[in-house]
């Protein structure tokens, strides 16, 4: 059987990080075995699913790179698909799931079951309370067909699937090996809700099943639901694919990865700045691991390299402070041109080129190069460039540290007198007439070189500082060197 995947997310928020982490295990298995990777919606929750959650799926998907094979080809037309085993919505498929259920109820294998809510809670009490696993007691499994006539004239009927009392379960995982669950304590699972809508262990059975996936490949909080998919798969006598639970994503504290850790949502590392194929090199360490640890991976290295078998079975902790120290090293081995574009949209939302950024686009990619080295995220970019571009702002500590010693003001005055004559103002000849200001006044370099980087910058930290002086140009430092003068001279500073 060829590979075939899916990534089947619920439509209920934005893509979380560990589904993300889901879906790109999947495509990765898909690439690197030449198969297909599949993405299917599950949007049977009528009440949490929604079309901005789609757009959110689809968004994330798209920004990490993970194309799909198949699928919707569209976040708004939920009858658009790309592939053969369309619709992949699932609210589309309801015809589908109706036919098998019938076909269980024919068969014995599934019964309408007319219990409440609030009568199922009671069950479970009970058995909790006389120290018994809490499930549903088989109220309405053997009804006769009177008594289901009586309970169905006052009420509607869920379905429930008809489990084995004996025996057990079992199957292989991948990542675990074999794996072995008692059937006494797997109850008579809802398979259809009284709304007519299918629970999700049966709707994605008949997914799985109608659109050939053969590795059913996710997280291991879904280890519980496998044995009652399992029981479906058998009752239908299907063939059911092979199983690979991923480990959960813990967060520092030990506990499942969530609100309370930080960003979990792949909207917003996007937002943060980081670049989609950082994350996606750090999400696939969660989990899993070359034999000699590697921890940097050119894309097509990553797809090569991939395989479930080197997949762990322990819980994993995500660690925001490597994937940031990942994301610089994507930024400094990337194309000064190409972080230039990336970042360009972080430098027209701060604002300070005024819409300018296009015609000053080679200025910018001239200073990005030049900070190229410090950038951890795409959104330092705009505060370590705007000096560049706007007037300076003065940093309160950098001034008391340094242009409030003495002599300030006159060190200032010989920068500009051994500054004024030069013709080549780069980093070469102001360097030399620093070096040569210090000579005179019998200092170390940095009494001179301090006072010059903030003045001009407004700070103690930045770039090079010849470097950024000849970006600057002549007329630009020699103004901003005067106007601190001015302004200490007043006061001001």
């Not at 079975?313 to 000064?336: A, H």
């Amino acid at each position: 059987m060829s590979v075939r995947v899916r990534f089947a997310p619920s439509p209920t928020g934005f893509l979380h990080i560990g589904g993300a982490r889901t879906a790109l295990f999947n495509w990765l298995f898909a690439r690197h075995m030449k198969g297909q990777f599949i993405l299917r919606i599950e949007d049977t929750d009528e009440v949490r699913s929604t079309t901005e959650s789609v757009k959110a799926i689809f968004d994330g998907l798209r920004w990490m790179g993970l194309d799909w094979d198949e699928g919707p080809a569209s976040e708004t037309d939920t009858e658009d698909c790309q592939g053969d085993y369309g619709p992949y919505y699932q609210i589309q498929r309801a015809e589908l799931y109706k036919k098998y259920i019938s076909e269980l109820i024919a068969q014995g294998r599934a019964y309408p079951c007319y219990c409440t809510p609030e009568e199922v809670q009671k069950m479970r009490d009970k058995a909790l309370a006389e120290k018994r696993t809490p499930k549903y007691d088989g109220t309405c499994r053997n009804l006769t067909t009177a008594q289901r006539e009586a309970r169905s004239a006052v009420g509607s009927s869920s379905v429930r699937f008809k489990s084995p009392v004996e025996g057990v379960t079992q199957f292989n995982d991948i990542i675990h090996g074999p794996l072995t669950f008692e059937n006494a304590q797997i109850e008579d699972f809802v398979i259809q809700k009284t709304s007519g809508i299918p629970t999700y262990n049966f709707a994605c059975v008949i997914d799985d099943h109608e659109m050939c996936i053969s590795h059913v490949i996710r997280g291991d909080d879904h280890m519980s639901n496998t044995p009652r998919q399992i029981l479906v798969y058998q009752a239908l006598g299907w063939l059911m694919p092979q199983f690979a639970h991923l480990s959960m994503i813990m967060g520092s504290d030990g506990t499942r990865l969530s609100k309370r850790h930080g960003a979990t949502s792949v909207q917003e590392y996007e937002t943060a700045g980081f670049l989609p194929e950082a994350v996606r090199n750090y999400l696939a360490l969660l989990g899993w691991a070359t034999e000699d640890s590697q921890q940097l991976f050119k894309p097509e290295k990553l797809i090569e390299k991939f395989s479930l078998e080197r997949c762990g079975k322990s819980p994993c902790t995500f660690d925001p402070v490597k994937l940031e120290w990942m994301n610089g090293e994507y930024i400094r081995n990337i194309q000064s041109a190409d972080l230039t574009s990336r970042a360009m949209p972080y430098i027209q939302k701060a604002g300070f080129l005024e819409g300018k950024e296009e015609e000053r686009h080679s200025e910018i990619e001239t200073v990005v190069a030049l900070e190229q080295e410090k950038f951890k995220l795409l959104t330092d970019v705009p505060d370590r460039i705007k000096i560049f571009f706007t007037d300076v702002e003065y940093d309160a500590e950098s001034v008391e540290k340094t242009l409030k010693k003495p002599d300030v003001i006159d060190i200032l005055k010989d920068v500009i007198y051994e500054f004024e004559p030069i013709n080549i103002f780069n980093a070469e000849f102001t360097e030399r007439a620093c070096k040569e200001a210090a000579k005179k006044r019998d200092v170390k370099n940095g009494a001179i070189y301090h006072p010059v980087r903030v003045s001009v910058s407004g700070r103690t930290q930045g770039p090079s500082l010849f470097h950024m002086l000849e970006i600057l140009g002549k007329e630009k430092v020699l103004s901003r060197i005067n106007s601190t003068i001015e302004k200490l001279t007043q006061g001001l500073l």
